[in-house]
Structures are given as C-alpha cells and as structure tokens.
C-alpha cells in the first residue's frame, strides 16, 4: 500500500510532517505530492497511491476554495480516496455549512442567521435582543468572533460588510493581528465581506470538546472566561456519554472519518454545538485524560470504555487517522463512494 501525503502551504508544512512520521511509525509507503504545482493533477495521477492524506490552511477564502475544487478532482474525477473525506473537509472552516448542517439535522446549537443581503440584515437588528455574536466564516481559536453589545455597533459591523453605497465599494470587515507579536496590523487578505454570520449570544459555565477519529473517541473541558469560549486552562474527566452518543451518531450517519465537536455548556446546563471541524490541534498527547491516567474512550459491547495508554495521540493523532484510513482502505470501504 502507497499513501499521498498532501502538501501546500509552507506555514503547514509541521502539520505534513506529523503525517509523514505517522505513516512511518505505521510503517507504510508515503509520496509527498504538492497542491500548488502547476501539473498537480498529472504528478498525482504518476504517483499511483492508493489514498491520500489531507492538511488544509482554511484562513483565507481563496485557499479554502482552491482546496475545495482540487481535492474534488482528486476524489471525484481521479476515483482517488482522500482522507479526511471531501464531505467532511468541505465543511471545515466553514462556519455558514455547519450552521446549515447543523439545522438541518437538528442539532442543538446556538440561533445562528446568516444574511447575504443587506437590507434584511439590517432589519434584522433591529428585532434581535442584545448582546449578539458576530463570527467569519473561517478562522481558529475564536479568532474572527466579535460579541457586540448594541444595535448601533451592530448596524456599523453590517454596513462594512456589505458596503456603505455599493458591494462592489465594500472593504469588509478588517481583522487586525499583531507583527513580531508587537506590531498591530490589518488582516486586509482576510477582511469579510457580502455575508454576516450572527449567532445568538449562550452564558456560558463551560466547553466540551469532543473526538472522534476511527474508533476512538476522547473529550476535554476548556473553561471559559469573559462570557464566551476562549480560555487555553484544559480540565480532564470522562465526556458525558450524552456527548459521546452525539458524536458517534453524527460520524455513524454521515461516514465521517475524523470528527471534533465543540459543545458549549450553559448556565443552565443546556448542551450546545458550535463548531465541527475535520481537523484540529492535537499536539498534546492529553486529548482523553480520567482519574489522572492518559488514554482513550472505545465503543464496545454496546458501552463507552476508557482504555490507558499513553501514545495515542502522538504526531498530532495523525497516527490514529494513517491507520483508520488504512484498515477502511484494506476493506474496501471507499469503493463505492466514487461510483
């Protein structure tokens, strides 16, 4: 068996080597092969693997859709399985799918409205009671989250967005980020602009982040601060199985291969997701950690177990992504995905 290994952007490549030293500790035969060449389609095409593993860089609208069209012509053209699924990468970093995915299959998560017209989102201000989270459609560890306290802010927020006289005059909605962690400086390359995504604003006690890849599964709680998800300090226990159950079900019915749900628990104690995302930061080995012993959750004889261990986790779970997407490729159970 031969794996793709897909490299793109340079900022990544840390990510494309935690791949590249999980298919050696699984002791399988790798390609790196890169999205950005011109002839990307011909060197994929020469390399003769059997499937292909994926890092994407979703910060920027353009990157997200040269990485949505390319690895459908990977999937669905060339008859090439990826890994993560295009269905599931189709949805990371991309906060408008899973607000739909989420509605759609009756998920409990937060009100989320999604305008691409001006007028009504304007409208709509003035009826939503304050204060109102605004978020981009991509972007990580809360970057790209705005709380806004009052109609007015909100109204600037939606006029820069879509322009003050004419979309085609819209300079979006900047972010700004620091140089050399001193210097502020616009985001211009990743202003948001023609859409508003606004979500109704949960008090908030706490954060679940749950995990699936393959057949394991594991969680964490990330306190919270400031009234919404932000805060590094990690707590460990074993995930509710409500949750548990959630994830499993969601991966079950939509043949996902690599799932983590973030899961905001009320005041009220109400279970509410907010994000799905394919991939994530890993890099710690403590992704499951209960009663002070590393390891793993499994699903077996009918009931969510705790299993030690402490290398689960290790290159950035890639390891447990190279062998999931090995034993699915052994079994044939992409074959008629691209029928």
């Not at 011909?42 to 609208?61: F, S, T, Y």
């Not at 999604?114 to 009826?127: E, P, Q, S, T």
């Not at 970057?143 to 306290?149: D, E, K």
Request: hydrophobic content about 35%.
């Amino acid at each position: 068996m031969k794996l793709g290994i897909i490299k793109s952007f340079k900022d990544i490549d840390p990510l494309i080597d935690s791949y590249q030293k999980a298919c050696d500790y699984c002791g399988v035969e790798y390609i790196v092969l890169d999205l950005l060449e011109d002839n990307w389609i011909d060197n994929i095409r020469k390399a003769d693997v059997d499937g292909v593993l994926v890092r994407e860089k979703g910060n920027i609208q353009e990157y997200k859709s040269m990485y949505d069209e390319r690895l459908w012509v990977i999937n669905k053209y060339l008859k090439i399985p990826i890994y993560p699924s295009w269905h599931e990468l189709f949805l990371y970093e991309n906060k408008r799918m899973y607000a739909y995915f989420l509605q759609s299959h009756n998920i409990k998560h937060p009100a989320t409205h999604i305008f691409y017209d001006k007028k009504r989102a304007l409208d709509f201000c003035d009826k939503i009671q304050y204060p109102i989270v605004f978020k981009t459609n991509g972007g990580a560890s809360g970057s790209g989250v705005r709380v806004i306290s009052n109609k007015n802010k909100a109204k600037t927020y939606v006029k820069n967005c879509f322009g003050r006289i004419d979309a085609r005059l819209a300079f979006g909605n900047i972010l700004w980020g620091k140089y050399a962690g001193i210097i502020p400086v616009p985001k211009i390359g990743m202003s948001q602009r023609h859409f508003v995504i606004m979500q109704e604003f949960v008090n908030i006690d706490t954060e679940w982040r749950i995990i699936r890849i393959g057949k394991t599964y594991a969680g964490y709680k990330r306190p919270t601060e400031c009234g919404y998800a932000s805060c590094e300090l990690m707590e460990y226990g074993f995930p509710p199985i409500e949750l548990l159950k959630l994830i499993k079900k969601i991966s079950d019915d939509e043949k996902i291969d690599s799932l983590s749900l973030d899961v905001l628990v009320s005041k009220d104690q109400q279970y509410y997701v907010t994000e799905m995302q394919s991939l994530y930061g890993s890099f710690s080995l403590k992704q499951c950690v209960v009663k002070g012993v590393s390891g793993r959750i499994v699903f077996r004889n009918n009931e969510f177990i705790f299993e030690k261990g402490s290398d689960f986790f290790i290159h950035n779970s890639n390891v447990l992504r190279v062998k999931d997407f090995i034993d699915k490729l052994k079994m044939n159970y992409y074959s008629n995905q691209n029928k």
